[in-house]
């Protein structure tokens, strides 16, 4: 069973959907099909969490948010952009 996450990490993966940087990691694509992102509880997979986080801050990323907060922004843009067909990269990446 998975539980609610604070308001602080809801408001860091909010803030971390705007960022640039966490913008062209979700534009990428995500790698070997069998990946997995998240656990059968519907949790993110922690070696998902740490290298996404390791590329933010390799990237120059410097939102220090929770742990996991990366991964979940890069997940829920990509949602969003499969949801509407679309993506929109971040400006001066055209």
């Known amino acids: 069973m998975t539980t609610k996450p604070p308001?602080?990490?809801?408001?860091?993966?909010?803030?971390?959907?705007?960022d640039p940087i966490v913008k062209r990691m979700a534009a990428r694509p995500a790698g070997d099909p069998g990946?997995?992102?998240?656990?059968?509880?519907?949790?993110?997979?922690?070696?998902?969490?740490?290298?996404?986080a390791e590329?933010?801050?390799?990237?120059?990323?410097?939102?220090?948010?929770?742990?996991g907060a990366v991964g979940h922004a890069m997940?829920?843009?990509?949602?969003?952009?499969?949801?509407t067909g679309s993506f929109t990269p971040p400006e001066g990446d055209n």
């Open 7 to 18: 308001p602080h990490y809801l408001q860091a993966v909010d803030e971390l959907t705007a």
């Open 35 to 52: 990946e997995r992102f998240v656990n059968a509880d519907g949790t993110l997979q922690y070696e998902f969490m740490r290298t996404a």
């Open 55 to 67: 590329e933010y801050i390799k990237a120059g990323g410097q939102h220090r948010g929770p742990v």
């Open 75 to 83: 997940l829920r843009l990509r949602a969003e952009a499969a949801l």
